[in-house]
């Protein structure tokens, strides 16, 4: 029972408990309960304060319906009604959002309002409005949206999600299964959370504080009443929640919301041309590590930022500007918040060793043009769109940056190269023997009429060969 006290008093107090090793000046305001009085404090002045920044979002789609193959059939309408075959029918999806400027500025997820035509948000006191999108991206899961409010609106302050410590109280606002504005509380129960989502972002504050379906988008809340997360996923077999929840901290919702602010029309991460995997214990063994942590350097690009900062395959970066690196995510989560057009200092171990590099943040460049061409004629590759990859477009089309080649960006639906199943992010590595450098290669090549045509592509690391007649 004295356990449970201590964390409803720490509730009230908006603390959590004293590490037993050294204690920085934040942590030394966190003390444990000291009477009965404290024990009766309550939530409700905080969510009072804040509620009011925590908005229902509506996506309305209008979709097709497709036409049933027993329209017509009495028997079948007897049962499921005369409905009306191919007419198209709105569907509308809820969760939530957080307003983060009393502009009208609103952070919520891109799953929230993906593939949209039109969406309000609806404020706690009842009051709608329609709203834009001003930069959304997939890989995030984030959305900024902006409100056409006449009056100053209730805004939450960002905090900072470093300062963040497992076993710290947190609050979940937002609009659970559509039932209304709802407000859980929680702890930390785990940081830099990946393999969360089937999405390339992988650093997550772990709560337990109920999430369900509907509170995505919605505020995870710290005791001082700032944002520190914006609660995104759950784990759950049944759908509703387990006591594991997950939210993008509010440290990279600040960097995505600095994007919006300067009118960028996508969100870019920094290119550093290099890929790493996971440390397992053998590597950890290896080089001396005192557990398996970091992020291993499996390829570094020639001439990339990276390989001009000195950094190697088989080196491990540790930390970044000080702040350790758990794992290849964390990694990408520290350079991402750091931002582009600045330069960060990375921890790096090889040899039993360790030492300091310094590596400069900027967007992924276009090395060589694109030069996008449409493959015409009767060849297998016909109705294919081609292009010469270089890290830019590779990350426009969400593929691994190091890779090179030649890429079919889209194909026509009704093409050959279609029928016979070559799909977008394909790379044609040669065809008939001769290997594919450029886009005009690929376009000359695909003009002649050899007759037979042996082909080589890779598609998702793998590679694939085929022959056609």
Request: include cysteine; aromatic fraction near 6%; charged fraction near 20%.
């Given at each position: 029972?004295?356990?449970?006290l ?8 908006s ?9 920085s ?7 444990l309960p000291r009477?009965?009085?404290?024990m ?35 028997f ?5 009604g005369?409905?009306?075959p191919?007419?198209t029918?709105?569907?509308t ?8 400027d009393?502009?009208g500025i609103?952070?919520t997820?891109n ?6 035509d ?5 404020l ?9 999108v ?7 899961d984030l ?8 009056e ?13 410590e497992v076993g710290?109280l947190?609050l ?9 504005q ?10 830099a959370?990946n393999q ?5 972002f992988g ?11 509907g509170?995505?988008g919605?505020?995870l809340m710290?005791?001082?009443?700032e944002l520190?997360g ?8 049944g759908g509703?929640s387990?006591?594991v ?5 509010a440290n ?19 290119y550093?041309g290099a890929?790493?995997?996971a440390v ?8 001396g590590?005192d557990?398996?942590r970091?992020a291993?350097?499996?390829?570094v ?6 390989a ?5 395959p088989?080196?491990v970066v ?7 690196v758990e794992?290849?995510?964390?990694l ?27 590596l ?44 090179t ?9 009704s ?5 016979l ?8 590595v040669a065809?008939?023997g001769?290997n ?12 002649t ?6 082909v080589?592509i ?7 060969r085929q022959l056609?007649?």
């Amino acid at each position: 029972m004295q356990g449970l006290l201590r964390f409803a008093a720490v509730s009230v107090l908006s603390l959590a408990l004293l590490s037993p090793v050294s204690v920085s000046a934040q942590e030394a305001t966190k003390v444990l309960p000291r009477s009965q009085a404290e024990m009766q404090l309550s939530f409700a002045p905080l969510v009072r304060e804040t509620h009011g920044a925590v908005v229902n979002v509506y996506a309305e789609r209008m979709v097709q319906r497709r036409m049933s193959p027993f329209a017509g059939d009495p028997f079948f309408e007897q049962f499921f009604g005369q409905r009306m075959p191919n007419r198209t029918e709105k569907q509308t999806s809820l969760g939530s959002g957080v307003i983060v400027d009393s502009k009208g500025i609103v952070v919520t997820n891109n799953h929230v309002i993906g593939g949209a035509d039109e969406i309000k948000v609806a404020l706690a006191d009842g009051r709608e409005f329609p709203c834009k999108v001003v930069l959304k991206d997939d890989r995030l899961d984030l959305a900024v949206l902006k409100i056409d409010a006449r009056e100053p609106l209730p805004a939450l302050k960002i905090g900072n999600s470093d300062a963040i410590e497992v076993g710290d109280l947190v609050l979940a606002i937002g609009n659970p299964f559509g039932v209304g504005q709802t407000v859980t509380s929680g702890i930390v129960s785990g940081l830099a959370r990946n393999q969360v989502t089937e999405g390339d972002f992988g650093f997550f504050i772990q709560t337990d504080a109920a999430i369900n379906p509907g509170n995505s988008g919605g505020a995870l809340m710290n005791m001082n009443g700032e944002l520190i997360g914006i609660n995104t996923a759950i784990f759950s077999k049944g759908g509703g929640s387990n006591g594991v929840g997950f939210a993008i901290p509010a440290n990279l919702v600040k960097v995505f919301l600095a994007a919006a602010e300067r009118g960028d029309v996508s969100f870019e991460r920094p290119y550093i041309g290099a890929s790493f995997d996971a440390v397992t214990s053998d590597v950890a063994e290896a080089l001396g590590l005192d557990r398996p942590r970091g992020a291993l350097v499996v390829r570094v690009v020639e001439d990339g930022p990276a390989a001009k900062a000195g950094l190697r395959p088989g080196q491990v970066v540790t930390a970044v500007n000080g702040v350790p690196v758990e794992h290849p995510d964390a990694l990408g989560y520290r350079l991402t918040t750091a931002g582009l057009g600045t330069s960060v200092t990375l921890a790096v171990k090889e040899n039993g060793s360790e030492k300091e590099i310094t590596l400069p943040l900027a967007a992924a460049p276009e090395t060589r043009p694109r030069d996008e061409r449409v493959i015409g004629g009767h060849s297998p590759f016909a109705g294919a769109t081609v292009a010469n990859l270089s890290p830019r477009l590779a990350y426009e089309l969400h593929m691994p940056t190091e890779v090179t080649g030649v890429v079919i960006t889209a194909i026509d639906g009704s093409s050959i190269a279609a029928r016979l199943g070559f799909q977008p992010h394909d790379i044609i590595v040669a065809v008939n023997g001769t290997n594919i450098t450029s886009s005009a290669d690929m376009e000359a090549l695909a003009a002649t009429d050899p007759g037979i045509w042996r082909v080589e592509i890779e598609r998702d690391g793998e590679r694939i060969r085929q022959l056609f007649r």
